[in-house]
């Protein structure tokens, strides 16, 4: 089972990006931008951020651990880490065809 | 940097107030950020994302604050209700004209905001979130357009025709987002029909009468059995 990103409109795409950065393992706000920047090349705000923390916190697909030094690192859970996974092969497949028709194509 | 802050709801503030402070102080914002920062405030007035599974604040202290849309709503169905017999009891006219109505159209048109603020407060509690710009200015016209309404013609038409128009905003927003339950939609849709067909100036006045019961019905039902919250909103 897995969750629909879609659902989550203009947060979608920030969601990924911090879905993918949790996949690596627990962060903080701050270390999850910077790493959202380095992976994604693209940067965050930090409303949008936490407005898309707190949207996969409610859904499910990551939990908040305790606080260290007011920084709460958060992780993926089982449901968001299959999420992520379905999200991605999704990606994978979407990218894949697209490649091969542009082969096929005289454009490329 | 706390000032911004403000702008988010209390409960937001509460669960993640202190880490985003700690964000911000590691990485101060730009202006972009700070354009970012209103707009994830008004998201979050907006769209309450607070994870049921982790409530932020205590078990509320103060049952009181629970049953206050219930309380509001039985106090604006009785004064509707007295409005409505205020019409139905006035002696009609021994000649073909008006049925003089005095004080029973103020008093009716006192009792919609007190109905309309506790539909919004009750909608708002069942989504278990925050208070949203919407449901201010429907609470605001309301009050508003009802003070209109008793500054004589022409504001008397103004603050009717108005009143009409936010009361079955909110009826019909709760009817959408708050998930009402059956018997709420059926006598909702039952004293519409029943109001429309009524007429102030006979004794079809009485046709009125079953939105000031559903409104005490709902506010007797609301008031014993407080739901402090209920979803997430899902946008």
Known sequence: MSANLGDLGRFAEPSLLILVSLSAGPNHGYAIMEDVEAIGGSRIGPGTLYAALARLEARGLIEALSPQDRRRPYRLTALGATTLRAQLEGLEGFARTGLRRLEGSRLA | MSAILRLYPRAWRERYGDELLALLEDRPPSPLDLIDLTRGAFDA?????????????????????????????????????????????????????????????????????????????????????????????????????????????????????????????????????????????????????????????????????????????????????????????PA
């Open chain 2, 45 to 233: 007035r907006l769209h309450p994302q607070l994870p049921e599974t982790q409530p932020v604040t205590p078990e509320r202290k103060n049952p009181m604050s629970d049953r206050l849309p219930g309380l509001a709503a039985i106090g604006g169905g009785l004064l509707f209700l007295v409005g409505v017999a205020m019409i139905g009891l006035a002696p009609l006219p021994s000649f073909d004209g008006y049925r003089e109505t005095g004080l029973a159209m103020p008093v009716i048109f006192l009792s919609l905001p007190l109905i309309d603020v506790a539909l919004i407060a009750a909608a708002v509690r069942r989504r278990g979130g925050a208070w949203g710009r919407g449901d201010t200015w429907l609470a605001i016209i309301a009050v508003g357009s009802t003070a209109v309404s008793m500054t004589g013609w022409p504001g008397l038409m103004i603050g009717f025709l108005t009143l009409i128009a936010v009361t079955a905003t909110v009826v019909v927003r709760y009817l959408r987002n708050a998930g009402a339950p059956p018997w709420v939609v059926a006598g909702a849709v039952v004293a519409t029909v029943l109001a429309i067909a009524a007429n102030t100036e006979d004794d079809r006045a009485w046709l009125l009468a079953p939105i000031g019961l559903l409104a005490v019905v709902f506010g007797l039902i609301s008031a014993l059995r407080p739901r402090p919250s209920a979803s997430v909103d």
